[in-house]
């Protein structure tokens, strides 16, 4: 006897139109392979832990475009390759800029004033501090109702002084003027993020790390990249590589807590730790996909009226032209 029976998402809207156009805006603002819309909507059986960004997510993430030169997109107008996170030159961005900044730990040999830095990190193993420089296009506004947002620049810096770091940043908001900072001001990035809000005030977005807060940015990135709206033109091998060991489960429980990240003593091919600290950047878009974006439009100017015209109505007269040059003072004082 069959004892199961269930239906998908198609099943329903072949018989209820109004649910056809409730999955319409489900698949457009998150996509069809998102976890929460195969599982929920779809009743397909998700692995207990599995690969959080697959191929078919790689290949919307990647750009295939060798340089910022031959991008076609309206965010970015010509400007000079900048795909590597050293030493660059600045591409033209004709949108906002926003700046997205994973923090890691200083190396304490770092704090040793007899410490040269021939002497290497005491913890060359350890995390970066990261940051990703994100063009923001607002040109799909109408379509999609949220930006797209590109990955134009990369920078990294391991187990360096927190004050050196915020006089990189700074120098580098000089250069890109970003109109928003979203900082992880979990722990010891609390000292930098308090530098940054006080050099830029009501531009810096603070993010607490916490079980619930991690699995909200992990839903929400999902979302951004499954209908095309995260495109990276700075990669690296290093990018490439967390991005493919990143593993994401679904915790028991009606909340759908999201664990992910790159697991603790991860390697690479070359026996190198391998961390996270671009994807949690990079995923702070999420953050930013909250706030209210506008298209900019042209001023337009109303033309003034000359408030004269309108004295007719307190002299009682219909013709102004014949009233007004008849008394032209006595009215005017009036």
Known sequence: MQRLFYFTADDVSALVPPYALHMQR???AHGRNHPLVRSQYYCETLDAQ????TPARLSLIISSSPNLQDLEV????????????????????????A??????????SRMNPLHTSDLGLGNPGRDSTAVSIVGIDLSTL????HPTYHVVARHSWVGENHLAVFGKLKNLAETWHPQHIVIDATGVGEGLWALLDRAFPARV????????????????FLSIIEIGRFRDHAHTDEVRLQYSRCICEILPGPAKTLRWG??????????????????????????LDLLEWHLSSPALIVPGRDPLLDMHRFTGS????RDFGAHENEHFFR
């Open 26 to 28: 489900i698949l457009a």
């Open 50 to 53: 599995s690969g959080m960004f």
């Open 74 to 97: 309206s965010v970015l107008s010509g400007g000079s390759s900048s795909r590597c996170s050293s030493g660059i030159s600045r591409p033209v961005v004709e949108g906002p800029v």
């Open 99 to 108: 700046f997205l900044l994973d923090v890691a730990g200083m190396d304490e």
């Open 142 to 145: 109408e379509a999609l109702g």
């Open 205 to 220: 977005i603070p993010v607490k790390f916490t079980q619930a807060e991690k699995s909200e940015l992990g839903w929400r």
């Open 262 to 287: 790159v697991p603790d003593g991860a390697r690479g091919p070359d026996g190198e730790l391998i961390h996270d600290d671009f994807i949690l950047a990079d995923a702070l878009t999420a953050k």
């Open 318 to 321: 219909n013709d102004y032209d």
